[in-house]
């Protein structure tokens, strides 16, 4: 059974960096996506980030383009989310999740950790 734990979140200011972390486990990490979504009060789980653990391949939502970055480490079962230049738009709670990514589609499985607190203060 796959299993996801998302750690890192806290309380920042705005201009300050947060790095998160998904530990992965029950499959076989390399040969799946792992995504960032987040969620904020009163709003719907969106998508931030995500990475294809076959190719290396990574995709950005605009809004964080150039802000965060996020890396792999098959060898720990482990996907970051580096956040530079936090804004108090980024105030969410952020969450994990696996899923298949191809060249046209990337389609994400029900399967999601407890999730992070990220609060950004102006």
């Known amino acids: 059974e796959a299993q996801l734990v998302e750690s890192g979140g806290g309380l920042v200011q705005a201009g300050d960096s947060l790095t998160l972390s998904c530990a992965a486990s029950g499959f076989t990490f390399a040969d799946y996506g792992i995504a960032w979504f987040r969620q904020a009060p009163g709003k719907q789980r969106e998508v931030v980030s995500y990475v294809n653990n076959k190719d290396g391949k990574t995709y950005y939502v605009d809004f964080v383009k150039g802000r965060f970055t996020i890396s792999s480490d098959n060898a720990k079962n482990t996907v970051y989310l580096q956040m530079n230049n936090l804004k108090p738009d980024d105030t969410a709670v952020y969450y994990c999740?696996?899923?298949?990514?191809?060249?046209?589609?990337?389609?994400?499985?029900?399967?999601w950790g407890p999730g992070t607190q990220v609060t950004v203060s102006s």
């Open positions: 999740t696996v899923g298949v990514v191809t060249s046209v589609s990337a389609t994400w499985f029900d399967t």
